[in-house]
């Protein structure tokens, strides 16, 4: 049985895991990194171009992001938190770009209008009032807003085409969105990583066991899923990246800080559109407002994609129910990830999710003509022969305890570290990929502070330009580091 001894270990080979490796790489250039990775290659899973809506969440048009209050009142917080996220995203690409450790950045990231459309006046009201506090922030400079039909067809015709000019609609626009494939994206990462030395990438590679070291660090125990082999790893710190997959690494680990966590897994459907003559004629991210109860990832959008230099559209995705953590994970993953700790949590987030329940049923027993009715909401002219049904990626949403409720459901994306330091977990989803480098800065923080060299902070404000500072709070900021970007990058400025 071999053994190998490094500095970090990355278990997943997503997105998380190559971003936080390609910047401890920046920081810590002597660090000996190994990934390793249950499938052949990397980004199979969450982090696949098929298995996300590949956004580049910013919070332009994601209604979930800005909730109405009872009072009426709208929010902007957690909008702006992930338009600052994804910024620090762009931020880090820009530089990987100019220092050539990224090639071209057309093939991860594209220019894609960002838009957010309603129907009914209730809704309308609704949207006009969140385009008027948020066109009135820097951050969301350029934001449009429009209830007349032929400027929403100027825009994204394919939402008009075939609708009655008397129904009541509202949209907002704003050209500076984009569309990022996270899958080519953690590709170009790891090879920059493979070029500079002491990585090592172990594809085809499961954790069996994850054990403290008397003398501190972690000893892994791995198994070959092509040969059969076992080996150990020795490591400092370990970082469980692997979606759905972390929760079930995290209690293995069996520290004390991952007691009490659950996960709640939600799988999905996406109805694609290859067609040319049809996907050539749409050009945006449309985001709607999601159903009473439902989960955040099933709000619906028509988005446009380009993947593999091809362009599709996908609408949906529509949610349901699977026993799976992971899209090739196993039926057994949540009845195993129940323990004593986390089966109060479970219930009371039943009890208190009674419409959620609801919602996923009906979408479970949903059938072809009731998903495609709701894509003629955004789509009325749309054809069934032109669109395809495919499988899209699976989430774990956290579940944990809570003193007053006994346990929340909680959606977003949440690091859950070892008191020492040496063993961190990312759980959760959304906005996750976008927001991986802001992630990734709350590990560095977290859990490399002590183990990075004097003036690293320096070295992340030349990286970043707004490290230590706020893009929100600081509109000259903002505009510099986004037309700097954006040219960069070949985006809108």
Same mark, same amino acid.
């Given at each position: ?31 000996r ?36 209050a009872?009072?009426g ?16 995203? $762009?931020?880090?690409w @820009?530089?990987? &770009?100019?220092?050539g #450790?990224? +090639? ?5 990231? *594209?220019g ?12 309308r ?10 066109a ?13 039909h ?15 000019p ?8 704003i ?10 994206l953690?590709?170009?990462?790891l ?39 076992t $080996?150990?790893?020795? @490591?400092?710190? &370990?970082?469980?990246? #692997?979606? +759905? ?5 995290? *209690? ?28 050539s ?11 009473a ?12 994609r ?49 419409p ?16 495609f ?14 669109w395809?049904?495919a499988?899209?990626?699976?989430r ?52 490399f502070?002590?183990k ?24 000259d900021l ?6 700097e970007?954006?040219?960069v ?5």
């Amino acid at each position: 049985m071999t053994l190998t001894t490094v500095d970090v270990t990355l278990v997943g080979a997503g997105i998380m895991g190559a971003t936080l490796g390609t910047l401890l790489r920046q920081l810590r250039p002597d660090l000996r990194l190994l990934l390793v990775e249950g499938l052949p290659r990397e980004a199979q899973e969450s982090s696949s171009a098929w298995n996300n809506a590949g956004t580049g969440h910013a919070g332009n048009c994601e209604l979930n992001y800005t909730p109405m209050a009872p009072d009426g009142s709208i929010s902007l917080a957690k909008a702006l938190d992930i338009n600052e996220a994804f910024d620090l995203s $762009r931020q880090f690409w @820009t530089h990987l &770009v100019r220092d050539g #450790a990224l +090639g071209s950045p057309e093939a991860f990231i *594209q220019g894609v209008p960002h838009m957010s459309f309603v129907l009914g006046e209730e809704r309308r009201a609704y949207l006009r009032e969140r385009h008027r506090l948020m066109a009135a922030h820097h951050c969301y400079r350029g934001m449009a807003y429009s209830e007349d039909h032929a400027e929403v067809a100027a825009w994204a015709p394919l939402l008009i085409e075939g609708r009655d000019p008397a129904q009541a609609i509202g949209a907002t626009h704003i050209a500076a969105g984009t569309d990022v494939n996270f899958g080519a994206l953690t590709s170009q990462l790891l090879e920059h990583l493979r070029a500079g030395g002491a990585f090592e990438a172990r594809f085809s590679t499961a954790v069996q066991s994850l054990r403290r070291r008397p003398e501190g660090g972690w000893r892994l125990e791995t198994r070959d899923q092509t040969t059969g082999e076992t $080996r150990l790893i020795d @490591t400092g710190t &370990v970082f469980l990246g #692997a979606g +759905g997959g972390a929760l079930t690494l995290l *209690q293995n680990s069996g520290i004390p800080e991952g007691r009490g966590y659950g996960g709640f897994p939600v799988s999905g459907l996406w109805l694609r559109c290859g067609d040319r003559a049809v996907a050539s004629r749409h050009h945006a991210k449309v985001y709607g407002m999601a159903a009473a109860g439902s989960p955040p990832m099933s709000v619906p959008h028509l988005d446009t994609r380009l993947v593999d230099g091809r362009h599709w559209i996908l609408f949906g995705p529509y949610a349901g129910f699977s026993s799976k953590f992971l899209k090739s994970g196993s039926l057994c993953d949540w009845p195993r990830s129940l323990r004593t700790g986390n089966l109060l949590p479970l219930l009371a987030v039943a009890r208190d999710n009674l419409p959620l329940t609801q919602y996923l049923i009906g979408q479970v027993f949903a059938n072809a003509d009731q998903r495609f009715a709701a894509l003629r909401d955004f789509y009325p002219n749309a054809r069934p022969s032109d669109w395809t049904l495919a499988v899209a990626g699976q989430r774990v949403q956290i579940i944990k305890a809570d003193a007053r409720r006994g346990g929340v459901l909680q959606f977003g994306t949440e690091v859950v570290h070892a008191a020492d330091t040496s063993l961190v977990a990312v759980l959760g989803a959304s906005p996750g990929a976008s927001a991986a480098v802001a992630i990734a800065l709350e590990i560095l923080h977290s859990c490399f502070r002590e183990k990075l060299p004097d003036g690293w902070q320096d070295t992340l404000r030349r990286i970043l330009p707004s490290y230590g500072a706020s893009i929100r709070d600081d509109a000259d900021l903002c505009r510099r580091i986004r037309s700097e970007s954006a040219e960069v990058l070949g985006l809108a400025a």
